[in-house]
């Protein structure tokens, strides 16, 4: 099948030829958000105030000149109704779709499964963005790279430790010219500790072919199985049960990218701003206060301002009845008609609308889901992780455990309990004191 992908240099200067894709995935049988995607899509999840795809829809809103952006994933059409029509209203210059795939056919299987409605209009480039991804997205910078170098494809690449890096997908790139030389997605062994970071700038007259070639070798042979390391085994099989594992899917990460590489116009921008994956409920806490201290830094007019008890950067929302006598941040996000009684003290973390925190209750590095009460003289914690970390687990008295303590919507805990490093699901009560538990 022939592709019609438009001659570049034969489109107007500037960036009316650019179009972004942001893969936003679908319900799956994975665990690795619940409980809160129990009541909510990944994408919607409320981190530092508004939804995860919020921040990259309003990332990409920051390109000159690019005015049309499409979602794509296989959640229903309903999912994301609301959300359109709000980005609509707050963002007029871009025009928003959502493009709903017939079941989970990957990255590459996506986009190319889309192809004619991201060429549509004879777009010379697209920005691809994995929705659950938290950064301060450089997508100018990413633009900037590619027009200098006359690229095919751009990767934005960040550095992680030696001990991380086999974890993600490593980059080996030329220092000086940053031409991407060799990928390899999870590596068995030390590679590199430049990562991908899940956001890409592809020439549309370089990917669709690439992505072609990829399903006609797939037809013609069968695919090789790249067999996990032992690091990585439980990652692996977690991706294989989210993404229901068949023949049709196509992956960006294990089938096209170490291909691109071996065209000689594959670049990777490295930034050294902040970054990390949203992928299990916890790390929604650490992505929401790498994006609550973005907003601070830029003054947004969102947050609160500090004073003796409030330590920045908090987000409140309007709704929100906080007591003058409580001492909250840094790195706390409070939700809609959320309420916070006199003494209480709360730090890094998110409480989600109509939650109750009543007075003299601590709560630490945790997630209260909607509609939560945490009694007075409560405590509700988890534990602090190193900085730069990628995980949230911790190790205690041998077992693996949830550095954030999270519950699920209309937990309530009693007044004097003490709840640390839980995971809980909805609608439970907490009359006891728990422990690295996960209460079902």
């Not at 509609?371 to 190193?386: D, L, N, Q, S």
């Amino acid at each position: 099948m022939s592709l019609n992908v438009p001659i570049r240099g034969g489109a107007p200067s500037g960036n009316r030829g650019t179009k972004a894709v942001i893969l936003v995935g679908g319900p799956s049988r994975g665990t690795r958000f619940r409980p809160l995607s129990l009541d909510v899509p990944k994408p919607l999840f409320d981190v530092a105030g508004h939804p995860i795809l919020w921040h990259c829809l309003h990332a990409v809103a920051k390109v000159p000149g690019l005015r049309e952006v499409i979602l794509v994933g296989y959640y229903d059409e309903s999912v994301f109704r609301d959300f359109i029509k709000d980005s609509a209203k707050e963002i007029p210059q871009l025009k928003v779709q959502y493009l709903r795939e017939y079941q989970a056919l990957g990255t590459a299987g996506g986009l190319y499964h889309f192809r004619d409605a991201i060429l549509k209009g004879g777009p010379e480039r697209f920005f691809v963005l994995n929705a659950d991804v938290c950064c301060s997205f450089p997508l100018n910078e990413m633009l900037k790279l590619f027009e200098e170098r006359d690229a095919e494809a751009v990767i934005l690449g960040t550095r992680v430790s030696n001990d991380a890096a086999t974890n993600f997908g490593c980059i080996v790139s030329d220092a000086h010219s940053k031409r991407v030389l060799h990928y390899v997605e999870k590596p068995e062994g030390h590679i590199s500790n430049l990562i991908n970071c899940g956001v890409y700038l592809f020439a549309t007259n370089t990917i669709f072919p690439a992505i072609g070639s990829a399903i006609k070798r797939r037809t013609e042979r069968p695919r090789l199985v790249s067999y996990p390391s032992s690091e990585n085994l439980e990652a692996s099989m977690n991706q294989a049960k989210d993404e229901g594992e068949t023949s049709e899917i196509l992956r960006l990460e294990q089938d096209i990218l170490s291909d691109l590489a071996d065209s000689r116009q594959f670049f990777v921008y490295e930034t050294k701003d902040f970054w990390r994956q949203i992928k299990t409920a916890g790390s929604a806490v650490p992505a929401s206060a790498l994006y609550l201290q973005k907003a601070f830094q830029s003054q947004s007019a969102e947050l609160a301002k500090p004073s003796a008890n409030l330590l920045p950067p908090v987000f409140i929302h309007p709704t929100a009845e906080v007591d003058p006598s409580a001492k909250i941040g840094p790195n706390v996000s409070i939700g809609p008609r959320a309420v916070v009684g006199a003494g209480v003290r709360i730090k890094e973390s998110i409480l989600l609308e109509d939650t109750e925190i009543k007075h003299d209750a601590c709560v630490l590095y945790s997630i209260i889901g909607w509609g939560g009460k945490v009694g007075a003289w409560a405590r509700v914690e988890g534990t602090p992780t190193p900085v730069g970390s990628h995980t949230e687990s911790i190790i205690k008295n041998g077992v693996k455990v949830q550095s954030i303590t999270i519950l699920g919507k209309d937990c309530g805990v009693a007044d004097e309990v003490r709840v640390q490093n839980c995971v809980c699901l909805p609608n439970k009560e907490l009359k006891r004191d728990v422990t690295n538990e996960v209460i079902m």
